[in-house]
């Protein structure tokens, strides 16, 4: 089978399709046909292997097994079951976030444990459905694990129109609350159409001039410091900084953040993936999808998503002809 693969850390070019062995599920685990992965940031990270601390866990001079092949985020086919698999059968369509449990999305096939995948909606396609799991988790911890979204609430999503940001606006409006989203001036419409309220185009306006307090401040960007989310924030308001700013950033966020300033860090689980595939199927969230590639075409995809300029998700199609 064909898979997107690296055998050393670096930029796109290190990225390669591997003719590997098909792999075969433990007794815990499906074998899933992919129809659909999406990439995330999270992928460019391990192919370069930075910032440096990831390389704990993705291996120190070279990625190690489980991180040779990309991809966190799956749609697809069940085709094989282990022995023990009983909440699955073959042929069920699932999707689901998979770093934790494996990682190797950007497949023809990937083995993946149970508890990591939900049933996809039948009212939603496979490339909607791979675009969701990471980036709509982090959108639905950072709303209401880390800040607590009720209706009514202000809400400022920084980096509204990319992957996490579509979703965390259109979720924050979900749960009634006034979203302020802030991008580019190419992107208002979008924003607006995901359920902003307001939009501030950071092109044009300086956000920390404005005088707007904030009862939850969602950051993809991470070019906010401390003493700006302090500002910004009303005096019971919360911040859940998404994007990776920079190592003093973190650090300062880590050290001085405090409870109600800190860094979403969250491993995905089935209820949750469950709860955002309802919302999917009674069209509540929807996956807005820029462009998709084949599987041939990883180095570009990733290229792309590298640009920061990426409008809501990239989709990885693997029998795209
Ligand atoms: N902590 C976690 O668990 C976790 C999970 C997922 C993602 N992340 C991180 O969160 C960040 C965002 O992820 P993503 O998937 O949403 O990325 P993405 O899809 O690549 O984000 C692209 C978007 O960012 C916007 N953007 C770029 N610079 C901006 C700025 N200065 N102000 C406002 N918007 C700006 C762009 O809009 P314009 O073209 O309009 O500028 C574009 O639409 C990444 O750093 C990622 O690593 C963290």
């Given at each position: 089978m064909k898979a997107s693969?690296?055998?050393?850390?670096?930029?796109?070019?290190?990225?390669?399709?591997?003719d590997i062995e098909k792999p075969v599920p433990n007794d815990n685990e499906v074998l899933v046909k992919v129809h659909a992965a999406?990439?995330?940031?999270?992928?460019?990270?391990?192919?370069?292997?930075t910032p440096y601390f990831m390389r704990a866990l993705t291996g120190l001079l070279k990625p190690k097994k489980g991180f040779k092949?990309?991809?966190a985020d799956v749609a697809g086919e069940v085709e094989q079951i282990g022995k023990?698999?009983?909440?699955?059968?073959?042929?069920?369509?699932?999707?689901?976030?998979?770093?934790?449990?494996?990682y190797g999305a950007i497949a023809e096939y990937v083995c993946v444990p149970v508890e990591a995948l939900v049933l996809k909606p039948e009212n939603i396609s496979f490339e909607e459905a791979a675009g969701v799991p990471v980036a709509a988790l982090t959108a639905y911890h950072g709303l209401?694990?880390?800040?607590a979204v009720r209706a009514g609430s202000e809400v400022l999503i920084n980096g509204a129109s990319g992957g996490v940001g579509t979703f965390a606006v259109q979720l924050a409006k979900f749960y009634g609350a006034n979203v302020t989203g802030v991008c580019s001036t190419r992107n208002i419409d979008l924003v607006k159409d995901c359920g902003a309220t307001d939009v501030i185009d950071y092109t044009e306006t300086d956000l920390m001039k404005l005088d707007r307090k904030f009862d939850l401040i969602i950051d993809m960007v991470g070019n906010l410091s401390l003493s700006d989310y302090k500002k910004l924030l009303t005096a019971h308001g919360n911040c859940a900084v998404v994007g990776f700013g920079g190592m003093s950033h973190l650090m300062?966020?880590?050290?001085?953040?405090?409870?109600?300033?800190?860094?979403?860090?969250?491993?995905?689980?089935?209820?949750?993936?469950?709860?955002?595939?309802?919302?999917?199927?009674?069209?509540?969230?929807?996956?807005?999808?820029?462009?998709?590639?084949?599987?041939?075409?990883?180095?570009?995809?990733?290229?792309?998503?590298?640009?920061?300029?990426?409008?809501?998700?990239?989709?990885?199609?693997?029998?795209?002809?």
């Open positions: 693969r690296i055998n050393r850390y670096g930029g796109p070019e290190v990225l390669f399709v591997a999406s990439i995330n940031p999270l992928d460019w990270h391990v192919m370069r292997g092949t990309l991809g023990g698999v009983t909440s699955l059968k073959l042929g069920d369509h699932v999707f689901g976030d998979i770093f934790n449990y494996g209401n694990k880390y800040g300062s966020i880590g050290l001085l953040g405090g409870k109600r300033i800190k860094m979403v860090d969250f491993k995905s689980n089935q209820k949750d993936m469950q709860y955002l595939a309802n919302l999917l199927e009674n069209k509540d969230i929807s996956t807005v999808i820029d462009r998709s590639y084949s599987l041939e075409e990883t180095s570009e995809a990733i290229t792309y998503l590298e640009t920061s300029r990426a409008r809501g998700k990239v989709v990885i199609i693997p029998d795209k002809g």
